[in-house]
């Protein structure tokens, strides 16, 4: 069973910039789809799967999100992850957009060790207790 731990405030605006991030991929997704139905020629097939991918993506975020403000362990690994694969994607337009990138990276660190936090901390518990 996991077991919830009470989140403190860093925890609590680590969650609320997951669920932003989820917001901001659910507008991405509203964003492809709608291109698809309103703009030029495009390959349908494409920006539909981009769309949906973003969708799928937001959902699932907005559960890690919700996790993460409850204070489920099995929602840091996914924080984690996301946030590694945000940092790798600012990488790569670091050269085109470089304030972007940096904000990216900069968000991607502060949920990261809000993450790695919350892990240590409960690891320092359970060895007081046991």
Known sequence: MTRLRVPDV?????????A?????????????????????QVDVPA???VA????????GLAFVARGFARGARWSRGA???WQVLQAAAAAVVMGAAPVVAVTILL???A???AAMRASARDARAEAHEG
């Open 47 to 49: 920006v539909v799967g």
């Open 107 to 109: 968000i991607s660190a």
């Open 79 to 81: 924080a984690l992850t």
């Open 52 to 59: 949906a991918f973003a969708l799928v993506m937001a959902v």
């Open 111 to 113: 949920v990261a060790a």
């Open 10 to 18: 860093i925890d609590r605006a680590a969650a609320v910039i997951l």
């Open 20 to 40: 932003i991030e989820a917001a901001a991929l659910l507008g991405i997704g509203v964003g492809y789809a709608i291109y698809t139905a309103v703009g030029p």
